[in-house]
C-alpha cells in the first residue's frame, strides 16, 4: 500500500505539473495582451507629450498650422513622404529620428516660421528616448487609417476655382519651399512669379512631370522631386497652371 505521504507527494506534484502546462499554454495569450495594454498606455502618455511640446506648431490632431508647421496626420505624410524624401528606413523609424534631432534645416513643405528643435535628451532636447518612443507611438497611431508606400486618393481641395485650387496645392505640395511667388516663398529653385507669360502652358507642365527637363539657369537638377506625376492628377496640373497665368503679369 502507497504511503499516504508518498501519495500526497505524487499529488501535489501533477497539481504542480498541471499549473505549468495551464500558464505554458496560456502564456501566448497573456504576452499579448502584455503587448497591447503597454502599447495603450504608450500611446497615452504620448498623446500627452505631444499636447504639450507639438500641439502649439502641429495642432492637437496633426492637423498642422498654416505658416507655422506642417500637417502630420495625413495620407500624403504617411503614404509618401519617405518616398518623397528618399528616405530608405520606414515611416516610423523616419518620425522617430525627426522628433529626436528636430528639422535643422527647412522641410520642403514650408517655408515655415521656424525650424523644429531637437526634442531628445542625446541632441540636448528635453525628452527621455521612452518619451521619444511614446510620441513617436501616438503619431503613429494615426496612421493605422493609411498604408505606408501605396497610392492614395488625396482629400478634395476646399476650393471654388481653378486658380484657387491651384494656389493651394502649390502650397501644399511644398512647391512654396522652394519656388516664389509675388516675393514670397523659398529661393531653392527659380521664381515662378511671371512663368506663365515668360515660358508658357507646355513648359510648367513639363517641368511639373519631367524636373530635369530643363534646369533654369544657376539651379541644380535633382532638387524638384520627380513623383509629382503620380501624386498629381491632369486636373491638378491644370489648376496649377491656372493659378500660375493668374499671378503672371
Not at 505631444?50 to 508647421?69: D, N, V
Not at 486658380?163 to 501644399?172: A, D, H, I, T, V
Not at 513623383?227 to 500660375?244: M, V
Request: charged share 20%; hydrophobic share 35%.
Amino acid at each position: 500500500m502507497i504511503d499516504s505521504r508518498i501519495l500526497v507527494g505524487l499529488v501535489a506534484m501533477l497539481i504542480a505539473l498541471s499549473s505549468v502546462v495551464y500558464v505554458g499554454i496560456n502564456e501566448a495569450d497573456r504576452q499579448a495582451e502584455f503587448k497591447r495594454a503597454f502599447a495603450g498606455r504608450q500611446v497615452e502618455t504620448g498623446a500627452s507629450l505631444f499636447g504639450e511640446f507639438c500641439a502649439p506648431c502641429h495642432s492637437i490632431k496633426g492637423e498642422g498650422i498654416p505658416g507655422r508647421a506642417p500637417a502630420l496626420n495625413t495620407a500624403e505624410f504617411f503614404g509618401n513622404r519617405t518616398k518623397e524624401l528618399g528616405y530608405q528606413g520606414s515611416i516610423e523609424s523616419y518620425i522617430k529620428l525627426t522628433v529626436a534631432s528636430g528639422r535643422p534645416a527647412q522641410s520642403t513643405s514650408g517655408p515655415w516660421a521656424e525650424n523644429m528643435p531637437t526634442w531628445s535628451v542625446d541632441y540636448g532636447g528635453p525628452m527621455r528616448n521612452d518619451q521619444i518612443d511614446a510620441v513617436t507611438a501616438y503619431v503613429m497611431s494615426w496612421g493605422n487609417k493609411f498604408e505606408e508606400g501605396v497610392e492614395f486618393e488625396a482629400a478634395p481641395l476646399d476650393c471654388d476655382t481653378s486658380e484657387e485650387c491651384g494656389e493651394l496645392l502649390f502650397q501644399s505640395m511644398g512647391c512654396v519651399g522652394c519656388h516664389m511667388i509675388n516675393g514670397e516663398g523659398g529661393g531653392v529653385g527659380p521664381d515662378l512669379t511671371n512663368v506663365y507669360t515668360e515660358k508658357g502652358e507646355d513648359h510648367i507642365r513639363q517641368s511639373i512631370l519631367l524636373p530635369n527637363a530643363v534646369i533654369a539657369d544657376g539651379y541644380q537638377p535633382d532638387v524638384m522631386p520627380k513623383n509629382f506625376g503620380e501624386r498629381l492628377t491632369d486636373q491638378n496640373i491644370d489648376e496649377i497652371i491656372a493659378y500660375f497665368a493668374s499671378v503672371s503679369r
